[in-house]
T-cell receptor, first 112, second 115 residues
């Protein structure tokens, strides 16, 4: 699985958009970009994933650059409950090869 | 999204005893389940991958005789920590996938404390 690089920490004001970057310059053509988050002492929660097109769901938007070497997770209106560690993972979409290798992630702190 | 449960949510045991942790997919059939371990202030570390009806594949450095994994059905996988020692104290998390391209869904985790 490709290695990802994320900033260790970020702050965001409540109600503002949180933009979390991720670099994955060695991503392969068949690898998807996945985002998870982990609130303290809980299991990771799936947020969104994509291959090459931008994606949006009820939680967030995922912007993938045209060369696919980086992506940004956008939380449009951050709340205090969005404080968590956010993990960007790239992996092959096929289940049998779909193990997720977690890096250190970004600790997002949403402040009032 | 899909629901994955773990039982127990926390356990305290004496050194030398064995502890079994269950991981269940509640509303889908999980062909593949993954077991992770997370030490305080660290990221998740993949321990093993299990496919229903076959032997688990362990990551390098993980002792298969110490961490026994059974994936006997499409909704249940178990991790048994045998002869647990204080250094095995950790947060154990499972995840499950239901098919090609399916997203992994994670359980809430089990906190193991070995005295």
């Amino acid at each position: 699985d490709a290695k990802t690089t994320q900033p260790p920490s970020m702050d965001c004001a409540e109600g503002r958009a949180a933009n979390l970057p991720c670099n994955h310059s060695t991503i392969s053509g068949n690898e998807y970009v996945y985002w998870y988050r982990q609130i303290h002492s809980q299991g990771p929660q799936y947020i969104i994933h994509g291959l090459k097109n931008n994606e949006t769901n009820e939680m967030a938007s995922l912007i993938i650059t045209e060369d696919r070497k980086s992506s940004t997770l956008i939380l449009p209106h951050a709340t205090l409950r969005d404080t968590a560690v956010y993990y960007c993972i790239v992996r092959v979409g096929n289940t049998n090869a779909g193990k997720s290798t977690f890096g250190d992630g970004t600790t997002l702190t949403v402040k009032p | 999204g899909a629901v994955v449960s773990q039982h127990p949510s926390w356990v305290i045991c004496k050194s030398g005893t064995s502890v079994k942790i269950e991981c269940r997919s509640l509303d889908f059939q999980a062909t593949t389940m993954f077991w992770y371990r997370q030490f305080p202030k660290q990221s998740l570390m993949l321990m093993a991958t299990s496919n229903e009806g076959s032997k688990a594949t362990y990551e390098q450095g993980v002792e298969k005789d110490k961490f026994l994994i059974n994936h006997a059905s499409l909704t249940l996988s178990t991790l048994t920590v045998t002869s647990a020692h204080p250094e095995d104290s950790s947060f154990y998390i499972c995840s499950a996938s239901g098919g090609i391209g399916d997203t992994q869904y994670f359980g809430p985790g089990t906190r193991l404390t070995v005295l």
